[in-house]
């Protein structure tokens, strides 16, 4: 055991250990136990046994210590196990593990909606919603969007993500594996362009005003701008394949809203606490939401997730609306408490920042020795590069799989996404040791090559 200076707790060696190939050989018996016991529509992108994870390092059965950039999709922001965020849970744990919010209150509850009226965008006047899953907390936002306004419409954009239930399905655009079989879907969920610069027909420039103009059209001819209750998006798009929006196009479509009375609300799941080198992406274009979604990286690995707004929307919903069994359950809200802290008191937003630009360069790098690397995009340590076919932008589905498998059998997790399975991505805890980061992105490197 040694001592992160990030941490100030006890961590696993913050180092790459391979000792048998990967999965080894008690990964291969464990995953044939869990086909017998596991429905097999939940899959695993590395089928490996975790024992145990810290900061930025992950460890199997067999022995090896893998790299991890992927923070179980952007979740373990503060680390794997970060030991404030364990000792917080310990604790709380031994005072009371539930009471029901709902029922009869207690602080922590109140002091996560405190702290997160405070970090979201705009000095408004704020109220906070405790949720289990992102996708619950999307579900409660356009539940007080519809109370709020007294619309049913809502508006999404093309490669959006906002979870697996069923109003949230039909929000989320990529059909398989999320939405195949899974129909019908609810009703009122309507789909505008979104300006995908690397895709957009006339380039890059133009796609932010271009995408919005024909996004604003098709609210107001076909789906009636007067009958739209919010239009949620995701600041940066995560699944869809971490694709940054055409510059412009989200302030005008933050003002659009504004103009017809649309709450605008910001999915900051996947990019929030310091994910981008912000707080929250939204700071990086300048747009306030009405209302903000959050989840993932709030509370250093523990289910919780929020809906956060101006207080006069928040406050629309009757008494008792709102709510569920375990929403802001206290062992998860002393995590959050303790994740919440440790960013700020450790500077984590700004070591994303500076981390960022490492991981940038070293991807824009890779791109210019490869023509199959169309694209290099993203914020902070949410980045990704886009493979296609050299010369072209037809998708490369194939060697994305090549890639992540070659990284996977080296000791690196890393994650795919998009729209056409085509992006890797990478989403390392904020703690990572720079050292350990450049690590991973040699076995990148290689693997690329490997692959070409
Ligand atoms: N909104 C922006 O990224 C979750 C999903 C992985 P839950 N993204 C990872 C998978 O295959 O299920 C996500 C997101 C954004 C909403 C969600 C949903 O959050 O906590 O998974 O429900």
Redesign the pocket.
């Known amino acids: 055991m040694t001592t992160s200076p990030l941490t100030g707790g006890p961590q696993l060696p913050q180092q790459r250990r391979i000792v048998t190939e990967i999965p080894g050989p008690r990964a291969k018996a464990f995953q044939a136990r869990r086909l017998n016991a596991v429905a097999s529509g939940v899959g695993s992108t590395l089928p490996i046994e975790v024992v145990a994870a810290g900061g930025g390092v992950i460890v199997d059965s067999d022995g090896n210590s893998l790299i991890d950039l992927g923070s179980g ?2 979740v373990v922001n503060v680390g794997n196990a970060a030991s404030a965020v364990a000792n917080a849970v310990a604790q709380q744990a031994a005072a009371f593990t539930h009471t029901c919010f709902m029922i009869t209150p207690y602080a922590g509850y109140v002091e996560v909606c405190e702290q997160l009226n405070r970090l979201t965008p705009g000095n408004h006047d704020k109220r906070s919603a405790l949720f289990n ?6 579900e409660n936002a356009v539940k007080i969007a519809r109370v709020a306004t007294g619309r049913s419409a809502v508006v999404v954009v093309d490669h959006a ?5 069923n109003l ?1 399905m039909a929000l989320t655009a990529k059909s398989m594996p ?1 939405k195949a079989g899974f129909g019908p879907f609810a009703p009122e969920v309507y789909r505008v362009p979104m300006a995908y610069p690397y895709r957009w027909s006339t380039g890059a420039e133009s796609c932010g005003p271009e995408a919005a103009a024909a996004a604003m059209d098709h609210i107001r001819t076909e789906i009636g701008a007067d009958r739209v209750a919010a239009m949620i998006m ?1 600041p940066i798009l ?2 869809g394949g971490f694709i940054v929006p055409g510059e412009s196009y989200l302030p005008e479509m933050v003002k659009f809203c504004k103009d017809n009375g649309i709450l605008f609300v910001a ?1 900051e ?3 929030g606490f310091g994910r981008t080198g912000k707080w929250f992406a939204c700071e990086h274009e300048n747009i306030v939401p009405d209302l903000v ?1 959050t ?2 990286g709030i509370a250093g690995g523990l ?1 919780l ?1 929020a809906v956060t707004g101006r207080a006069e929307i928040m406050n629309s919903v009757h008494a008792g609306g709102l709510g569920g069994t375990y929403g802001g359950n206290p062992v998860v809200c002393a995590a959050a408490l303790a994740a919440i802290n440790m960013i700020e008191t450790e500077g984590l937003v700004e070591r994303s920042a500076q981390l960022g630009e490492i991981l940038q360069s070293r991807l824009d790098e890779m791109a210019s020795q490869d023509p199959g690397i169309g694209d290099v995009r993203g914020r902070g340590l949410m980045q990704a590069m886009e493979l296609v076919h050299p010369g072209t932008n037809k998708p490369d589905p194939d060697r994305t799989k090549a890639v992540i498998a070659a990284t996977h059998a080296k000791g690196v997790v890393t994650l795919s996404a998009g729209t056409y399975g085509n992006v890797v991505r990478f989403l390392p805890p904020l703690v990572i040791g720079e050292d350990l980061l450049n690590e991973g992105l040699d076995i990148v490197a290689e693997a690329l090559a490997a692959t070409r």
């Open positions: 999709i952007a899953s992102g996708a619950e907390a999307v993500y906002h979870g697996r239930t949230t999320y995701e995560g699944e999915d799941i996947q990019t979604t989840a993932k289910p997730a």
